[in-house]
């Protein structure tokens, strides 16, 4: 792709596309026009019944005004409130990879592993005590979310959303259903408030939203339902993409497996949990995670829609055009990374100080990912907790498909030999 020039402007249907590839040009792009670009008409439309108005797809001032509602829930000591969440559910993890290898395998698709961890994680991290009914609604919402994908191929068709078609009709349901459970969640929360048996909403993510807004006097409750169903979304499939391919890495590179491995070993003692300190100490996993997601980066593209004519060093953007940033073939450039863009060297990552604009795996400025502190906290932890028990090496039946579709994913999944540490 950057082969075909810095800047160029290409059509996806009827729509004018521009990608954008200079870093310096990103760098001021995504530091200074997040109120004058965001959002298409065409990504809303195709994610509305799933995340609705959350902060992913907001635009402009409700942007503004919900990412300063939400950042606090992922910064400071609420955030170090969810490590232990995070150290049970790999506990619970770790304990079936071992019924797996008890029962005579011993070769496992980590992915599928990796996919439920995360998924556990953010629905006990989202709703606490109402963990279980947290579970049932992100059950319902990938269906949603498979079904939306599937509608949206129509999309192009004026007037289609409104057909009743089979795929409205179950999309329709769906979403009534995971809003009433949601409801009945947040309605319980207030009741126990007004009649004085809990003085907050409790401690979890979906209580402090509802901290929040109240303390800004702006609890809209529709709001609130769309940032936990955006929470889910935003934040599952990129981590538990994360972890598997970094999995993938180690067990294809034992040298670099045992020099983590040793890392945390010092670091951690013997127990393999890292703990809030001990996690900013691991520098050759935090490389190894870098390196993860240059090489298979879960958000691959940055897309943006101008709502203003922007003027960009010597580009004019007209308002109305849609801007591109590949990150994907950004990571694997080699003009920017050099010869071996495409091989696993998690040293280039040695110096904290990387060219701007060119490593965006959380993207970067004011709309950046909100959860990239919880994400990389998560990642170490359950790497950390999983490289300290078992050591892995990469099977003889898995096959190498990285499939793009949004996000890059393995298409028959990471199949690892795991074997027991001593301990
Ligand atoms: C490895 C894991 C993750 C990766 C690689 C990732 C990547 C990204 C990227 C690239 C963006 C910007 C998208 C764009 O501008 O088009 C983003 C936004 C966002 N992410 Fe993440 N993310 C991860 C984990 C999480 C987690 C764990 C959460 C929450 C629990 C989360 C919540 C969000 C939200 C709410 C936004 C929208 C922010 C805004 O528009 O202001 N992400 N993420």
């Known amino acids: 792709m950057l082969d075909a020039g810095k800047r160029f402007v290409y059509w996806n249907g009827t729509e004018p596309r521009l990608c954008l590839t200079e870093t310096e040009l990103i760098k001021e792009f995504l530091s200074k026009c997040s109120t004058v670009s965001g959002r298409s008409w065409q990504q809303r439309q195709g994610s509305k019944h799933f995340i609705g108005g959350g902060l992913l797809m907001a635009n402009a001032q409700d942007w503004y005004h919900q990412r300063h509602i939400v950042a606090p829930a992922f910064a400071g000591d609420r955030l170090k409130g969810y490590a232990g969440h995070m150290v049970e559910c790999t506990k619970e993890m770790l304990q079936s990879l071992q019924n797996a290898l008890d029962s005579g395998r011993n ?19 989202e709703f606490g005590t109402s ?37 409205n009709r179950e999309i329709k349901s769906l979403k009534m259903e995971v ?52 929470f889910f979304f935003a934040g599952h499939e990129t981590t538990a993409l994360l972890l598997t391919w970094t999995v993938m890495l180690l067990a294809s590179n034992p040298s670099w497996q045992q020099k983590v491995r040793d890392e945390i070993k010092t670091i951690c003692n013997d127990s393999g949990i890292p703990s809030l300190d001990q996690l900013s100490k691991l520098t050759l996993l935090h490389m190894v ?21 922007i003027l960009l060093g010597d580009l004019y953007i007209p308002k109305g055009l849609s801007i591109w940033i590949p990150v994907l073939a ?70 190498h498909a990285p499939v793009v579709v949004l996000t890059i994913k393995p298409k028959y999944g990471v199949q690892v030999c795991l074997k027991p540490l001593e301990t």
């Not at 279980?132 to 319902?140: A, M």
């Not at 995670?289 to 004519?309: Q, T």
Request: hydrophobic share 35%.
């Open 107 to 125: 070769e496992v698709e980590i992915g599928e592993y990796m996919t439920k961890l995360t998924a556990d994680i953010i629905s006990r991290t």
């Open 131 to 167: 963990y279980h009914k947290g579970k049932k609604i992100f059950h319902l919402l990938k269906v949603l979310q498979t079904r939306c994908a599937q509608a949206s191929r129509h999309l192009c068709f004026p007037g289609s959303r409104y057909f009743p078609s089979k795929y």
């Open 179 to 230: 809003e009433r459970l949601l409801m009945e969640i947040i309605q319980s929360r207030k009741d126990c408030v007004e009649i004085g048996r809990s003085e907050s909403y409790g401690s979890d993510l979906l209580g402090m939203l509802l901290n929040e807004m109240e303390k800004k006097n702006s609890l809209d409750l529709q709001l609130v339902m769309d940032e936990c169903k955006t």
């Open 289 to 309: 995670i870098n390196e993860s997601m240059r090489l298979y980066p879960p958000a691959l593209v940055l897309p943006r829609m101008a709502f203003e004519d």
């Open 330 to 399: 950004i990571h694997h450039s080699e003009k920017l990374w050099g010869k071996d863009a495409n091989e696993f060297n998690p040293d280039r990552f040695t110096s904290k100080s990387y060219t701007p604009g060119r490593f965006l795996p959380f993207a970067s400025g004011p709309r950046n990912c909100v959860g990239q502190a919880f994400a990389l906290m998560e990642a170490k932890i359950i790497l950390a907790m999983l490289i300290s028990r078992y050591s892995f090496t990469i099977s003889d039946n898995y096959h």
